[in-house]
């Protein structure tokens, strides 16, 4: 008789557990939580933008000083386009600008380090980053080249493999 009552009262805390937890639990339909009380927001919030226009601002920058216009005037050509078809308008090297702005990068980065913003230790793992992004990205682009020299691949499949997916 004992053991009927605790197998049933084991049951119902079971039940009860099961129905609390779904009861706590988040709208599926809403997707699964990222984390412990952060929510991350789609949209940036004050860093990422802030990151986002430093970034727009230097590209912006970088192409002023390689064409010798103005930043406004570089600037209204990204309103309706992308950065691919502004530099090909520009006849940019590509190339070069990559370099440029890399440069410019490292140099923010160890700004940011002198002044406090981020440590030493960020410092150093953001450029190394940014140097394995860079040697990625070459062997990348000769493997590329390789393959549509030796006819293993063709122009059009080229392009999509060494386009950025958007």
């Known amino acids: 008789m004992k053991t009927k009552h605790t197998i049933i009262l084991s049951c119902v805390l079971v039940v009860g557990l099961i129905f609390s937890g779904l009861s706590l639990a988040d709208d599926p339909a809403k997707g699964a939580r990222q984390g412990f009380g952060f929510k991350r927001h789609r949209s940036g919030g004050g860093l990422i933008l802030l990151a986002k226009y430093q970034q727009k601002n230097l590209m912006v920058q970088t192409l002023s000083e390689m064409t010798g216009r103005s930043a406004e005037a570089i600037e209204t050509q990204f309103k309706d386009r992308r950065m691919r078809t502004v530099m090909e308008d520009l006849d940019i090297d590509r190339q070069a600008f990559r370099t440029t702005l890399?440069?410019?990068?490292?140099?923010?980065?160890?700004?940011?380090?002198?002044?406090?913003?981020?440590?030493?230790?960020?410092?150093?793992?953001?450029?190394?980053?940014?140097?394995?992004?860079?040697?990625?990205?070459?062997i990348m682009s000769r493997l590329v080249e390789k393959g549509v020299t030796d006819g293993t691949i063709t122009q059009e499949q080229a392009r999509m493999l060494m386009r950025k997916s958007r």
């Open 102 to 138: 890399q440069a410019k990068v490292n140099r923010l980065v160890k700004s940011a380090a002198a002044n406090g913003s981020i440590t030493a230790e960020q410092e150093k793992e953001i450029l190394a980053k940014m140097e394995t992004h860079s040697q990625r990205r070459e």
